[in-house]
């Protein structure tokens, strides 16, 4: 890693806050930060930050070194490596959020021989310098845009290693055996082949191990990515109210005229750990309508043919009409949909007839509203998905795995089938390789370029 440049980065968000964070990486990071820190007499900081060999902690002023000029008041931290995140040397500047005070900043540090890091480039010196594994750089960005707890803990079990440890767990008993089988082929007249009854109970207790991660696989995409929830229903019975009383905020225009809503309304909604887009339709109705409603009630339409779930909202002070019936039918054919029947603290609501799972709520009093979000965590679990994944599985791991697993079941099958040793040989090669690839062994430039292009520049 000695050999790498010196890089710089915002890693804070752009705008006005509290602190805000320059970040340097590289063999000249505490050179540069020698040249802009000056102690609070104005004087070089002594002994020389190049020459500490332990962490540093300082406040001071940082100076542009070419003009002299003051550029602001900051805490400095300094990393030595391979003591540090990167495993180079890593220098800090936390100092005031204003964006002419980060500019001065940033544009100093590239004036004393830095260059502005690309995407990842942080986390990806960290995996190159071995203080990360793939599985383990890929969580640091799981952490970083994690919207739930659940999210969040998955995340965190992942840069604990918990997949790291997983797959060096199943990878141990392959090499094992695959040592033996190759030893038994190198040397015929001296070692025996491992028993077909060992192998075969090896293979499926490896195959069952996968097998129970990847289970985990919906759970964790759903707790990654989340899932839409379409509000749906005729005009006028509620959905906008009922948007609203979700999110706890008066987000969506609510009137007593039909068609207010004329556009598909999107807003964040958690449901027990799980980040949902709901989205709050027009009212759908077959009677002729004013161009622009017309394109609402088009896009609601695609709501309801593309969303994970449909909450169908019906008014139940109104007696069912075919038209509602037809629209519910509708939904119900597209996928998982629960009937929501509104108004339910009138006197005059009641349940639609054969519509046992009805669920009655309030918009204006918030009745049956936790009852809503229980069915729709159940509806978009289905009852099987694990309450919190224990790890954030990506599509890379999971295309990984499921080969490694599908190598490991040929292997049994060729045992199975008397087939000769080297056949399974063959396969466990595959599998011990690909399990390799999970923690970024043997991986092309490009896939690694692909990982580390979804981080944002200052991680």
């Not at 900043?105 to 942080?122: K, N, Y």
């Not at 309304?265 to 709050?280: A, K, N, S, Y």
């Amino acid at each position: 890693m000695s050999d790498l440049d010196t890089i710089v980065a915002i890693a804070t968000p752009p705008g006005t806050g509290g602190v805000a964070i320059v970040r340097m990486s590289g063999t000249r990071s505490r050179e540069i930060a020698q040249a802009m820190v000056r102690t609070g007499g104005g004087h070089p900081v002594a002994p020389a930050l190049t020459e500490r060999t332990e962490k540093v902690l300082l406040v001071g002023v940082l100076i542009d070194p070419v003009s002299g000029r003051r550029l602001d008041e900051a805490v400095i931290l300094v990393f030595v490596g391979p003591r540090s995140y990167t495993t180079e040397d890593v220098v800090e500047f936390q100092i005031h959020a204003g964006p002419a005070t980060i500019e001065r900043v940033l544009t100093a540090c590239l004036a004393c021989g830095a260059r502005l890091a690309t995407r990842g480039e942080f986390t990806r010196r960290a995996y190159l310098g071995g203080r990360l594994d793939l599985t383990r750089a890929e969580a640091v960005l799981e952490l970083a845009q994690a919207r739930t707890d659940r999210a969040l803990d998955a995340a965190l079990n992942q840069l604990d290693g918990h997949l790291a440890r997983f797959t060096n767990a199943l990878r141990e008993p392959i090499r094992h055996l695959l040592a033996e089988i190759e030893a038994s082929i190198d040397f015929p007249d001296e070692l025996d082949v491992p028993p077909s009854a060992r192998i075969l109970a090896t293979l499926e207790e490896l195959r069952d191990r996968i097998q129970g991660l990847l289970a985990e696989v919906p759970a964790a995409r759903l707790v990654r990515e989340g899932a839409r929830v379409a509000l749906l229903g005729l005009p006028n019975v509620g959905k906008s109210s009922l948007l609203n009383a979700l999110i706890a905020s008066d987000r969506a225009i609510v009137t007593e005229h039909a068609g207010t809503t004329r556009d598909v309304l999107e807003e964040t909604w958690t449901v027990h750990g799980i980040p949902c887009r709901i989205l709050d339709t027009a009212g759908i109705r077959q009677e002729e309508v004013d161009p622009v409603e017309r394109l609402g009630i088009a896009r609601s339409e695609q709501a309801l043919r593309e969303a994970e779930l449909r909450l169908v909202v019906m008014d139940g002070t109104r007696t069912v009409d075919p038209s509602f019936e037809e629209l519910l039918e509708r939904a119900r054919a597209h996928g998982p949909t629960v009937l929501v029947v509104n108004k339910g603290d009138l006197e005059s609501w009641r349940s639609p007839a054969g519509e046992a799972d009805a669920i009655r709520v309030s918009a204006r009093t918030g009745e049956g509203l936790e009852h809503l979000t229980t069915a729709v965590w159940r509806e978009l679990t289905s009852g099987t998905v694990t309450l919190v994944p224990s790890v954030a599985i990506n599509a890379r791991h999971e295309a990984a795995l499921t080969r490694a697993c599908e190598a490991l079941c040929q292997a049994r099958q060729a045992c199975q089938d008397s087939l000769p040793v080297d056949l399974v040989a063959h396969d466990l090669r595959m599998a011990l390789e690909l399990l390799g690839t999970v923690q970024g062994e043997a991986l092309t430039e490009e896939v690694i370029d692909h990982i580390f292009e979804r981080f944002c520049v200052g991680k």
